[in-house]
């Protein structure tokens, strides 16, 4: 079993440009999650699906967006990249949701000049 | 809005000593309490959690006590070895966003040989 996998695990973009962080899950989870990580202040939830088809925001969801057309994937876009957005994304899936332990992918490095 | 605070931000101890790791939460409704291990270059991975029905939870070196009148709960590693070097998180669920998690900040734990 892969478990979550992201890629790329590191990006580099210039300020404007957009991209796509890619996650994939092989455990047939309903839940699946976007986090970014700063230094300091641990994990903020960008967005988060409870199946698929359904997305909704999270704590910072400005600037990202997100789509759920298949149980296994869950890419998160950068629609124009700001040097703010530079952190360290992780992807997560739970198997039912709230109440579960989250599975995390080894994350992507992003860094916005 | 609701938060969650984590201490120390870092914690070095002896090799064989104990160390505990301290969170307080805001909202009074939170009812599930992980702590994550995340070593480095990994995405964090679920050590124990606790729910607001429990006082307290062992897992051999691990536990994890829950004072839900105090609004916090901390974490306690006995017999501390090396490998566990690493971050730890501590979160609660919140009311208000579905019972997603909030996160502490994050303690570096140093095991000094």
Partial sequence: NAGVTQTPKFQVLKTGQ???????????????SWYRQDPGMGLRLIHYSVGAGITD??????GYNVSRSTTEDFPLRLLSAAPSQTSVYFCASQKQGRGEKLFFGSGTQLSVL | GENVEQHPSTLSVQEGDSAVIKCTYSDSASNYFPWYKQELGKGPQLIIDIRSNVGEKKDQRIAVTLNKTAKHFSLHITETQPEDSAVYFCAASIRVSNYQLIWGAGTKLIIKP
């Fill in chain 1, 57 to 62: 925001q999270g704590e910072v969801p400005n």
């Fill in chain 1, 18 to 32: 957009s991209m796509t962080l890619q996650c994939a899950q092989d455990m047939n989870h309903e839940y699946m």
